[in-house]
Structure formats: C-alpha cells, structure tokens
C-alpha cells in the first residue's frame, strides 16, 4: 500500500497559536482518522472523519476532509506547549486497513 | 489499567538471534495488528488477525512470524536478526477488522548490533 503525505512535515509555532496540518492520500477512502503521537510513545487516536462529512469538531481540533482533491486538515486551535507531538493521518479504504502517512512534527514553543 | 500492552519495552540484540515481542489488549478487541516504524517514522503494517485468523500480510520477510494464541494475544517472532530489522514494532487493536479506530502499544524498540 502507498504512503500517504503530510505537510508540512514540521511546523513550529508559539503556545496560544493555531496550527494547521494537512495530509493527502492516494486511493478512495470510507473514513480518514488523525492520531498523536508523544516522543517515545504510542499512537493515540484523535478524531476519525468519515467519507460523507466534510468537518468535524472534537475540543480544540476541527478536521476537514475534501474527498474530491483526497485531502484533510487538522486544526489545533489556542495550541499548548502539550500538543508538541507528530500528528499522523490515517485513511481507510477498501482495504479495510489503516494506511498512515508520514506524519507532521509540531513543536509548540513556550 | 494499560489497554494494549508490549514487553518487552527495548530490546538489544545481536544479529542472527530469534528474538519474540509479546503483545496483550485488554479491551475485547477482535482485530490485532503488529507496525513497524522506522527512524523517519514512517508507519507500516505488517500483519494484521481478526479473532486468531491472519487477515493481513503484508511483504514482510519469512523471519517474522506472528502467532495469536486467543484474541487477546498476538505474538511477533523474529528468527535471524538482522540490522535493518532495528526500529520500533507497535502492537494495536480494534474493535473490528473494517478500517476503525485502533489501539496503539507503547511500542518495543528493538536495535539490532
């Protein structure tokens, strides 16, 4: 299966600031998902979006999905010096399995 | 109470020794999947079972084997070593097998000399 991309693929920015991460992927999708990851730990699951919205809201993350160009964003609103983490996009398609793209590191600075 | 747990945490080792990765859930999960991210963390899947049956295989060389003795476990063994086998192998969980939000295990690095 084919990697998926994110731009960009690191982004710094002050505590109390948006971020916007974006990811493309390649193939037709029944849902795309957005996870973080904290240096040295697992992956933990943020928001899942699915084919037939086009936002969605979860706290200080709003997502879009624009299926027709096969892209997403994810938004972090008033960002903390705890949102420092990769954010990783992860798109289901036919395939039934996670196909994860390279990930955005975002480094929120104090 | 820790949802998908790995042991061991690191793991150094030489090349050509069999080395195992152990991998529990306690959610009631169906589905288990081992990953292995490199050091540009890229992200990819390597096996993936729903209720003991392998569903994916991913092109992973001979040397890796899964085994899920019940749902709850699934088991990665790695015979002969290699340097290029040095990364972190996550273990995750869903509910189902249809594309759904996973569990991820704190991951196993493993550093191949």
């Known amino acids: 299966s084919q990697q998926g991309e994110e731009d960009p693929q690191a982004l710094s920015i002050q505590e109390g600031e948006n971020a916007t991460m974006n990811c493309s992927y390649k193939t037709s999708i029944n849902n795309l998902q957005w996870y973080r990851q904290n240096s040295g730990r697992g992956l933990v699951h943020l928001i899942l979006?699915?084919?037939?919205?086009r936002e969605k809201h979860s706290g200080r993350l709003r997502v879009t999905l624009d299926t027709s160009k096969k892209s997403s964003s994810l938004l972090i609103t008033a960002s903390r010096a705890a949102d420092t983490a990769s954010y990783f996009c992860?798109?289901?398609?036919?395939?039934?399995?996670?196909?994860f793209g390279s990930g955005t590191q975002l480094t929120v600075l104090p | 109470d820790t949802a998908v747990s790995q042991t061991p945490k690191y793991l150094v080792t030489q090349m050509g020794n069999d080395k195992s990765i152990k991998c529990e859930q306690n959610?009631?999960?169906?589905?288990m999947y081992w990953y292995k991210q490199d050091s540009k963390k890229f992200l990819k899947i390597m096996f993936s079972y729903n209720n003991k049956e392998l569903i994916i295989n991913e092109t992973v060389p001979n040397r890796f084997s899964p085994k899920s003795p019940d749902k709850a476990h699934l088991n990665l063994h790695i015979n002969s070593l290699e340097l290029g086998d040095s990364a972190v192998y996550f273990c995750a969980s869903s509910l189902g097998g249809q594309g759904e939000t996973q569990y991820f295990g704190p991951g196993t690095r493993l550093l191949v000399l």
């Open positions: 992860a798109s289901s398609g036919s395939a039934r399995q996670l196909t």
């Open positions: 979006i699915r084919s037939n919205e």
């Open positions: 959610l009631g999960h169906d589905t």
